[in-house]
């Protein structure tokens, strides 16, 4: 066992929280700073972002401490998704494989379930309304507001974990180092929250085993299924321009527009007007930073080191990801040197963090856009026909980010190459029959075997 830390996370969110668990099973005391109340005894308002979609990555890490049974049992699977036109006609895509799906959660349910874990262990501490405002990075002291009595504290952990999430404190403390590299994009877009609810005889209205779209070229609603019955829809909508947030300004706006553009929808959501005009704007931007860690004695984990665009769905994913690779760097670690461990985490991280912060990029294009497209969707089962065909050497790219721990990094690279084989492949093919034509065969076996374009993954040493 390595020495016992006192260790202290700033930031009490999906991350943080897991985090905790898995640094007090190694034995550490761990106390956990949070700006918000307690969640478990206080409504919030202004927290967004109601559901999310949980995948191969995020269940790995929630299985690895215990808790995966837990949630499973209030998750929805999301087999497809359902495509809604302007005329109220639905196409279909399966995420992957029979049996394969993505999950919906919710994000306060699953933060309680993360927090009550932690109860019954004397070694995990949450303290809530505390806001981190300040970081000497150089003696790890944190300076923390008091949020209900403006009184100011100061800690000074042995370790400290930045879970504090896209617009970190502690990052911003890293932002102030030599030769910290720091970049933020926002797109022109930004998002709002709007509720499908429940049937009156309590269910869901719509597919309840589905993500649904309603793809509008430059923007889109989805909507995720919630236990109750409603759905969470988010609407992605430039903040300028002739479809925008400034041009919606008033009810007639709102209903003449949303009953054009998702007139199946608005029969179907009774409060729209009031939600409309009551919920918050979010906005969506991609974080990219390194390094993470400062001299071996803080550390920024999740949205805090990588804050991505939510169109894949990865964002908590990747940072639960962070948790599972960080818990197996510690399985072989020596208990002396920190700043290795952390260095070598980095390095280990960011390249995939990178990689998927641009999918997630292109992500929004293929939502909002291209599966509307009915060559598309042709596109995507002609892909499934080859991965069935040859599956050791064909993971189509949403599979691999979704129902693997394949690195985000190696999923883009090959991701790229599989487009180039595609765009080959597709020129043959009008219908799912032609799939069998020999010029189609001969071409795969051309690409995959003899030239052996995609080659299985082999770890690389970091
Ligand atoms: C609209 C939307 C939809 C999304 N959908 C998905 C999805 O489907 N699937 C998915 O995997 N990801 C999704 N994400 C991304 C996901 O929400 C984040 O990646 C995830 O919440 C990151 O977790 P975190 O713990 O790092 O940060 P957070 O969840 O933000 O937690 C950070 C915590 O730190 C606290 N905090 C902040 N500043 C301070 C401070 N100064 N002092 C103390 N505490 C502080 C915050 O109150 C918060 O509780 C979505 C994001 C958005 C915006
Ligand atoms: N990648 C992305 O596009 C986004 C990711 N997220 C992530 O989703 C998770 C949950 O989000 P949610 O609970 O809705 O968080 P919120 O959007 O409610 O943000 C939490 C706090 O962050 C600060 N904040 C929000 N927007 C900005 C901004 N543009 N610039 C600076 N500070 C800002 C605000 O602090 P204050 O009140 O002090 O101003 C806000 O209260 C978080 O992980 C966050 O990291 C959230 C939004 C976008
Ligand atoms: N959770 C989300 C939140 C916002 C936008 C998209 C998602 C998705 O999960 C999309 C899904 N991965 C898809 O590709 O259809």
């Given at each position: 066992m390595t020495e016992k830390k006192n260790i202290a996370i700033m930031g009490a969110g999906l991350v943080g929280s897991l985090l905790s668990l898995y640094l007090a099973r190694r034995g550490h005391k761990v106390d956990l700073y949070e700006r918000r109340p307690d969640l478990r005894t206080t409504i919030i308002d202004g927290g967004r972002s109601i559901n999310l979609a949980l995948s191969d990555r995020g269940w790995r890490a929630l299985k690895g401490i215990g808790i995966e049974e837990e949630v499973r049992k209030v998750a929805i699977p999301m087999?497809?998704?359902?495509?809604?036109?302007?005329?109220?006609?639905?196409?279909?895509?399966?995420?992957?494989?029979?049996?394969?799906?993505?999950?919906?959660?919710?994000?306060?349910?699953?933060?309680?379930?993360?927090?009550?874990?932690?109860?019954?262990?004397?070694?995990?501490?949450?303290?809530?309304s505390r806001q981190a405002m300040d970081v000497n990075l150089r003696t790890n002291e944190v300076q923390?507001?008091?949020?209900?009595?403006?009184?100011?504290?100061?800690?000074?952990?042995d370790l400290l974990f930045g879970a504090d999430g896209a617009f970190s404190v502690v990052r911003g403390a890293m932002q102030k180092t030599e030769r910290f590299n720091?970049?933020?994009?926002?797109?022109?877009?930004?998002?709002?929250?709007?509720?499908?609810?429940?049937?009156?005889e309590g269910s869901w209205a719509i597919e309840k085993n589905a993500l649904h779209i309603w793809p509008r070229g430059n923007y889109m609603m989805i909507a995720l299924p919630n236990v109750d019955g409603s759905f969470t829809c988010t609407l992605f909508f430039p903040y300028e321009g002739e479809h925008s947030f400034a041009n919606i300004k008033t009810k007639d706006d709102l209903l003449s527009f949303f009953n054009e553009v998702f007139p199946d929808a608005v029969p179907l959501m009774p409060e729209l007007s009031t939600e409309y005009f009551e919920n918050p704007v979010g906005s969506l931007v991609t974080v990219k930073s390194f390094p993470w860690s400062y001299e071996g004695k803080s550390l920024l984990i999740g949205d805090a080191s990588h804050a991505v665009v939510p169109f894949y769905g990865q964002g908590m994913n990747a940072g639960f990801e962070d948790?599972?690779?960080?818990?197996?760097?510690?399985?072989?670690?020596?208990?002396?040197?920190?700043?290795?461990?952390?260095?070598?985490?980095?390095?280990?991280?960011?390249?995939?963090?990178?990689?998927?912060?641009?999918?997630a990029v292109m992500n929004?294009?293929?939502?909002?856009?291209?599966?509307?497209?009915?060559?598309?969707?042709?596109?995507?089962?002609?892909?499934?026909?080859?991965?069935?065909?040859y599956p050791?050497?064909?993971?189509?790219?949403?599979?691999?980010?979704?129902f693997t721990d394949l690195p985000y990094s190696y999923a883009m690279e090959t991701g790229l190459k599989q487009e180039e084989i595609m765009k080959k492949v597709m020129k043959h093919i009008k219908t799912v029959e032609d799939y069998?034509?020999?010029?189609?065969?001969?071409?795969?076996?051309?690409?995959?075997?003899?030239?052996?374009?995609?080659?299985?993954?082999?770890?690389?040493?970091v």
């Amino acid at each position: 066992m390595t020495e016992k830390k006192n260790i202290a996370i700033m930031g009490a969110g999906l991350v943080g929280s897991l985090l905790s668990l898995y640094l007090a099973r190694r034995g550490h005391k761990v106390d956990l700073y949070e700006r918000r109340p307690d969640l478990r005894t206080t409504i919030i308002d202004g927290g967004r972002s109601i559901n999310l979609a949980l995948s191969d990555r995020g269940w790995r890490a929630l299985k690895g401490i215990g808790i995966e049974e837990e949630v499973r049992k209030v998750a929805i699977p999301m087999r497809r998704r359902v495509m809604h036109d302007e005329q109220g006609n639905l196409t279909y895509q399966p995420y992957g494989k029979e049996g394969q799906a993505i999950y919906s959660v919710s994000r306060g349910g699953l933060n309680m379930v993360l927090m009550n874990r932690s109860e019954p262990n004397p070694d995990i501490t949450y303290h809530f309304s505390r806001q981190a405002m300040d970081v000497n990075l150089r003696t790890n002291e944190v300076q923390l507001r008091n949020v209900e009595t403006g009184e100011i504290e100061t800690i000074q952990p042995d370790l400290l974990f930045g879970a504090d999430g896209a617009f970190s404190v502690v990052r911003g403390a890293m932002q102030k180092t030599e030769r910290f590299n720091y970049e933020q994009h926002y797109l022109e877009y930004g998002y709002k929250e709007l509720t499908i609810p429940a049937t009156a005889e309590g269910s869901w209205a719509i597919e309840k085993n589905a993500l649904h779209i309603w793809p509008r070229g430059n923007y889109m609603m989805i909507a995720l299924p919630n236990v109750d019955g409603s759905f969470t829809c988010t609407l992605f909508f430039p903040y300028e321009g002739e479809h925008s947030f400034a041009n919606i300004k008033t009810k007639d706006d709102l209903l003449s527009f949303f009953n054009e553009v998702f007139p199946d929808a608005v029969p179907l959501m009774p409060e729209l007007s009031t939600e409309y005009f009551e919920n918050p704007v979010g906005s969506l931007v991609t974080v990219k930073s390194f390094p993470w860690s400062y001299e071996g004695k803080s550390l920024l984990i999740g949205d805090a080191s990588h804050a991505v665009v939510p169109f894949y769905g990865q964002g908590m994913n990747a940072g639960f990801e962070d948790i599972t690779v960080l818990d197996q760097m510690l399985d072989s670690f020596d208990g002396e040197d920190w700043e290795a461990l952390f260095n070598k985490f980095e390095r280990r991280r960011k390249p995939n963090a990178d990689a998927i912060a641009d999918l997630a990029v292109m992500n929004f294009i293929e939502m909002r856009d291209k599966v509307a497209n009915a060559r598309f969707l042709l596109r995507k089962k002609i892909e499934g026909k080859i991965s069935e065909q040859y599956p050791d050497r064909w993971i189509p790219l949403y599979s691999m980010v979704t129902f693997t721990d394949l690195p985000y990094s190696y999923a883009m690279e090959t991701g790229l190459k599989q487009e180039e084989i595609m765009k080959k492949v597709m020129k043959h093919i009008k219908t799912v029959e032609d799939y069998d034509k020999p010029e189609v065969q001969q071409l795969l076996e051309k690409q995959l075997v003899q030239k052996e374009k995609l080659k299985p993954y082999k770890a690389k040493e970091v």
